[in-house]
């Protein structure tokens, strides 16, 4: 049994959140959310934002018990970019990359 949840097209390149998610990896859901919520980056507010929604989903939906989950996946992949032009010297344009993320997280019960 597994619980989920994802949060898409958050403003936040996936190679940030990527180094917060390798952080909680395989840590039970209670560490995880301590790690996340001492973790001075961007990502760790958004990560901890959606490891809160899966354990809901879990609790309220799956009947899991909290203390038995840990977080089997976190994953961090791209969405869509937004495309934004700077003027430059001499009448040239240069192109700005705004990327978007999908930050999903899977909870398990260990046996």
Do not use: C
């Amino acid at each position: 049994m597994e619980a989920r949840a994802i949060a898409k097209y958050v403003r936040i390149s996936p190679r940030k959140v990527q180094i917060v998610a390798n952080l909680i990896r395989g840590k039970n859901v209670n560490e995880a959310l301590a790690i996340l919520k001492f973790t001075p980056k961007k990502s760790a507010r958004l990560l901890e934002k959606v490891v809160k929604s899966a354990l809901a989903n879990a609790e309220n939906n799956f009947d899991m018990d909290r203390d038995n989950l840990y977080v089997a996946e976190v994953y961090a992949n791209q969405g869509p970019t937004l495309k934004r032009w700077r003027p430059r010297a001499q009448g040239r344009a240069y192109p700005i990359l705004k990327r978007t993320s999908h930050i999903g997280v899977v909870l398990r019960e260990r046996e």
